[in-house]
């Protein structure tokens, strides 16, 4: 996978140079590229918005400036690419989401900022047939879209094949059965005065399979019921229910 980021503080992007990202990068898994934003602005200020029309609090990211980089960055490579736009505006970035995107070649990020970007760049680029998703990370508002990048890469990298040491963590984490996760222990067996449940240390995988399970419908229950609520009808055995 290649993914492009498009943005005016590329420094903002140099943890995805780390760690388990960094290692999907030099195992040659990623391709990553970050792009200045300001690179494709012409104007001796490097001038990237402008007021907003109608008036209005804050400033609007120009579209002569974006259009001009997304098309130089969409031709580096001819790889299809989907351009996500991450906005508080947007549809909700999702475990789902982020497994749907691992399934494509190259991914373009556009950070904007400010009040975001003229909405024209997007209605451009959809109407060129260019797949486009404005997304959110979640309710809450950023000072750009940066932050969200880097939820939103990690997210999606964790899952390519070959990134994870060990596949089966990514399908048993929180969210990819449609519940929570539980409560999880290690060494010592009692800290502080606090023992580890018995059934964890009883060898009994079985016992083991269904306390778990029951911590994670009782956690989902307690935290996001709207979860629970989401589940297919066949997502829950009797034992589920008799929970
Ligand atoms: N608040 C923001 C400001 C600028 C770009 C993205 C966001 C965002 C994305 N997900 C939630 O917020």
Redesign the pocket.
């Known amino acids: 996978m290649r993914i492009d980021v498009i943005t005016i503080f590329p420094g903002y992007l140099a943890p995805l140079r780390e760690a388990l990202l960094g290692r999907a990068i030099g195992a040659g898994l990623v391709d990553l590229a970050v792009h200045d934003l300001r690179s494709w602005t012409r104007d001796v200020h490097q001038a990237v918005d402008d007021s907003p029309y109608g008036g209005g609090p804050g400033m609007v990211m120009r579209p002569q400036v974006w259009g001009e980089a997304l098309d130089a960055v969409l031709a580096l490579d001819e790889r299809p690419a989907r351009i996500v736009v991450?906005?508080?505006a947007?549809r909700p970035?999702t475990q789902a989401t982020a497994q749907a995107w691992t399934g494509e070649e190259r991914l373009v990020f556009a950070?904007?900022?400010y009040e975001?970007i003229d909405q024209r760049v997007v209605d451009d680029a959809r109407r060129r047939d260019l797949p486009v998703d404005e997304?959110?990370?979640?309710?809450?508002?950023?000072?750009?879209?940066e932050v969200?990048v880097l939820v939103m890469v990690e997210a999606v990298v964790r899952l390519l094949p070959g990134v994870l040491g060990n596949p089966a963590s990514a399908q048993q984490d929180s969210f990819s059965d449609g519940l929570l996760e539980g409560p999880a222990y290690t060494r010592p067996e009692v800290w502080r005065g606090l023992a580890v449940p018995e059934v964890l240390r009883s060898g009994n995988h079985a016992k083991i399979a269904r306390w778990r399970r029951d911590r994670a419908l009782e956690r989902t229950a307690q935290r996001r019921p709207d979860l629970l609520a989401a589940l297919p009808e066949d997502a829950l055995d009797d034992a589920d229910r008799a929970f």
């Open positions: 991450p906005t508080p947007g970035f950070c904007g900022r975001g997304v959110s990370i979640g309710d809450y508002v950023l000072v750009g879209g969200a």
